[in-house]
């Protein structure tokens, strides 16, 4: 018998009804309470990310101790080579299918129609499932994006994914995007973290409702040691981690940070539990400085 995981978290439930800033335009989020996307199609706020977790064991090992933790979302792509042990620890972990949300990506060398289609059985095959619940074009490639998208919408129109989106795009891609659609994209996927708000297109985002999603919200750790960081960690009694996906979470993101180890991803779930007052909110909102950790897709014609 499979057994039942993730009690530890998922159980427990506490209703978080936190004040949010002015600018994130949303009241009474629920932590705990998955986002709808487009389709009725649900997402859980809080998703492991695994990029550089590496293949083999280890995402193996990270992806189970997730889904242990209760995490019900997981992050991979094509191009960090770890859809095949993603897809075995979901297989492995005795959660059930319908309860794990599973998100890969398009690479930027399979772009174009016919390649995209490719693309996406590549990935099915390599996860070893049946649908792909998110499926994101991952970098707004010049050239071929309207071909690529209406290969993500046939790849949604049949059914095997249960969603699509793209990720770095910034407002002109997403104004390209919108105005050639069929079906426009549920989530757009960006970095994200108090050093780098990216008001422009967030603010599109929800004009659009398209559903954020924040990459590196830990900064890749780079400025975890931050003394502004650790004061308000010191101030709430948690770690400077917590801080960060607490931080996304209060503006309505869906929150993708990525480790390797078990006790640290216990520690980042940790952050559904607890609150940032508004003044708190607004002393991490003025961290703000352009810190960009990965690619930066604005000059992206
Ligand atoms: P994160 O901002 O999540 O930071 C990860 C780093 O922080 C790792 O070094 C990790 O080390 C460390 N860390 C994790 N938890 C803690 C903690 N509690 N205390 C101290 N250090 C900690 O980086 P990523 O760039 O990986 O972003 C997260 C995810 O977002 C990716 O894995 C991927 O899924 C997605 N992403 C998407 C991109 C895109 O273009 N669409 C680009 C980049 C990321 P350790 O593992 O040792 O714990």
Redesign the pocket.
Known sequence: MPRERGASCAQGYILIRPKVSEDALVDNIDARSPVTLHRGVSIPRL???????GAGRATRD?VLAALDAGYRHI???HI?GNEAEVGEAVRQSGVARSEIFV?T?LWNDDHGYDPARRAFDRSLRALGLDTIDLY?V??PVRGNRPATWRAMESILSEGRARAIGV??YMEHHLDELLGSATIPPAVN???L?PFLQQRGVVARCRQAHIAI??????????R?GDPRLAAVARKVAR????V?IRWSLQKDFIV??????K???V??AQALDFELDDETMRTLDALEDGTR???DPTSVP
């Open positions: 998703g492991l990310g695994v990029f550089r977790t990270a992050d991979t792509a960090y998100t990506k994101l991952h970098f990720s770095n996927q960006i970095e973290h999603e924040a990459y590196s919200p830990l900064t890749k750790g780079r975890l770690t400077p981690a917590q960060l993708l940070p990525k480790s390797a180890s006790a640290r991803i520690e980042n950790t990965a690619w």
